[in-house]
């Protein structure tokens, strides 16, 4: 099974991630009449849904603020196709990894081995309660090794993010409340760029931290306690049991082999730029 949180972060999910960063998909994805801001995110990773409403896309993305995603979603679809948005959004990826990791790399026998050891991994997920992993499941798979692998590695994440999902509403937060305590665990993003990318005013977020001091989950400096501590403790423990699916099918011989080769792109593609300065308070490696 793939380790924890971190080690998930670190090998596979960046190199998906990449896309939310990358200039090239926003231009595939205005390019062919969304409007610049949030509509390209939105419209693009829900667009595999097909013209889904907002209140859809803020239950199954969780801890977006919701008065944000109903200003772009369903406007998204009156200017472009989810067909034609996914079409968009594989473009951009194609030209994004090309240029952090090069052909060489891409044409190189390590990305092949890597799809196939991805794509593999995602015969063992299941759809049951998964909704934007099943929504992707009807998606092509793209020829070419690097795309291939994007798209397995995409639906390796939306698998594990529908059941954290689900272990989020078990253990009794909310969506503004999700990304609080996230952040407070000094493994994510930084207040500053989560308010920005999740939404949230200044005035929402003091709200939810306000109420999570209440419920002794965050101290006065806003803090994990000992009891917040050991909520998101748990989360993780939850999201790792619902996420063993690809990899026990993989084994862990192959499943050691996939985080090395991804962990090595990873590893390029951050040094290449893949992310921003000042987003995540610890920086992927």
């Not at 990358?22 to 595999?48: C, H, K, N, Q, W």
């Not at 493994?187 to 200044?202: E, I, N, P, V, Y």
Request: with cysteine; proline share 5%.
């Amino acid at each position: 099974m793939a380790g924890n949180e971190k080690q998930f972060k670190s090998a596979f999910d960046s190199l998906h991630a990449l896309a939310y960063f990358a200039p090239e998909v926003d231009a595939a994805l205005t390019g062919i009449g969304l409007r610049p801001g949030r509509m390209p995110y939105f419209a693009g990773r829900s667009a595999a849904m097909g013209p889904v409403g907002p209140e859809i896309v803020a239950a199954t993305f969780y801890n977006f603020n919701p008065e944000v995603v109903a200003r772009v979603i369903p406007r998204a679809w009156t200017l472009a196709t989810p067909e034609q948005v996914l079409e968009a959004r594989l473009d951009g990826v194609d030209k994004v990894l090309t240029r952090l990791l090069g052909d060489d790399t891409l044409k190189g026998e390590e990305v092949a081995e890597a799809a196939e050891l991805a794509r593999e991994a995602t015969a063992g997920c299941t759809g049951e309660g998964r909704a934007l992993y099943a929504a992707h499941t009807a998606l092509p798979w793209p020829e070419q090794p690097h795309l291939a692998l994007w798209h397995a590695l995409t639906l390796v994440r939306e698998y594990r993010g529908d059941g954290h999902v689900a272990a989020l509403v078990l253990n009794g937060l909310s969506g503004v409340e999700a990304v609080v305590t996230h952040v407070a665990t000094g493994h994510g993003f930084t207040t500053d760029a989560a308010k920005l990318t999740r939404g949230w005013s200044d005035e929402q977020w003091a709200a939810a931290e306000a109420g999570l001091t209440d419920r002794g989950l965050l101290d006065a400096e806003g803090a994990l306690t000992e009891a917040g501590v050991a909520l998101r403790d748990r989360i993780e423990v939850a999201t790792e049991a619902a996420a063993t699916g690809p990899w026990d099918h993989l084994g862990p011989e192959k499943t050691a082999r996939l985080e090395a080769l991804c962990r090595d792109l990873t590893r390029q593609a951050v040094a290449a730029g893949a992310f921003p300065d000042g987003v995540f308070a610890r920086q992927r490696r």
